[in-house]
């Protein structure tokens, strides 16, 4: 439990799960068209909710993913950020049962859905579950959390 509380764990989940939400989201903002494509091949979403979310989600990933870099407020943007990832996950498990070969739409284009993906998710989902109960206080631009 004590190394669940290391500041330079937290601070290395942080970043790394900054990251990845900054890459994801403008790779996705960059090609609106393509994300959107990725999202109706899930077939989970009416056609008509696709573009919303293929033109709001990638912009709440980058926000997030830049907020949670600069240690700006990190259990809430931790919260979304594993809000995201769970409901991605989700929705991954389900096309597979579905037996669909698609992109996940992570980022961009060549991304396979599989176990290699769901492995990604669910180590990002630890790391996620970690920053939402214990934060990271360590190397933050405000002076709270």
């Not at 091949?41 to 696709?50: A, D, G, H, M, Q």
């Amino acid at each position: 439990m004590k190394l669940l509380k290391n500041k330079y764990l937290l601070f290395l989940i942080r970043i790394i799960l900054g990251f990845i939400f900054i890459y994801a989201g403008i790779e996705k903002i960059s090609d609106p068209e393509g994300f959107a494509l990725s999202i109706s091949n899930y077939r989970l979403l009416p056609i008509w909710t696709v573009n919303i979310f293929a033109i709001t989600l990638p912009w709440i990933e980058l926000i997030a993913g830049l907020l949670l870099l600069f240690g700006i407020l990190v259990k809430e943007n931790s919260s979304i950020i594993l809000f995201f990832l769970c409901v991605f996950t989700i929705a991954v498990i389900i096309s597979l049962f579905r037996g669909l070969n698609i992109e996940c739409g992570c980022f961009g284009k060549g991304n396979q859905i599989g176990l290699l993906k769901l492995t990604e998710n669910l180590l990002m989902i630890i790391g996620a579950v970690i920053l939402t109960f214990f934060g990271s206080d360590y190397f933050k631009i405000t002076g709270k959390d």
